[in-house]
């Protein structure tokens, strides 16, 4: 798709922050991990694209987060 000038700006394993790590004792952020991240060159948008084999509970949660903090629904292919 990108040789055919369908998509631009690939980039693999793109890490999302969702929530971060404050106050201090929550240690780490919570992140989510986009297997695929590209600009759909017919509409403008950035598309974030991941691959499932299965949709386990923490995913549904993080695909929820994406919507609600960055307004981006995750494609599942």
Known sequence: MEK???ISSLKRQ???ELVCAHPPEFKRPIKYIADFVYIDERSS???VEDAK???TP???IK???MFEKYGIMIQEV
């Open 45 to 47: 948008h950035v598309v």
């Open 4 to 6: 055919a000038g369908e």
């Open 58 to 60: 923490a995913y549904n």
């Open 53 to 55: 084999g299965m949709k």
């Open 14 to 16: 793109v890490p999302f």
């Open 63 to 65: 695909k929820r987060l």
